[in-house]
């Protein structure tokens, strides 16, 4: 036997700690994996993302227009009734 060798334990509290956090960490990198819940990542918040549509204007232009500036009445309109809008 070496000099210098240490016997430790098998059951010493140092290492156990270290088996159960390695255990807690493989359990949520398994769980991040099968749901692609996030448990690392910063998510953006959705307030600061602006949403926008876009629409066509009346002479025929594509733009985007905020969402918030959308009145709530949205239908669709048919064919024919696009086709009188649209200035030429």
Do not use: Y
């Amino acid at each position: 036997m070496d000099t210098n060798e240490h016997n430790t334990p098998t059951n010493s509290p140092e290492r156990r700690k270290f088996v159960w956090g390695m255990g807690i960490l493989s359990a949520f990198a398994a769980v991040e994996s099968i749901t692609g819940i996030s448990f690392w990542r910063k998510k953006k918040p959705l307030s600061d993302k602006k949403q926008t549509v876009k629409m066509l204007t009346q002479d025929g232009r594509l733009v985007e227009v905020d969402v918030s500036k959308i009145s709530g009445s949205m239908k669709k309109i048919t064919n024919t009734e696009m086709q009188h809008w649209i200035k030429k």
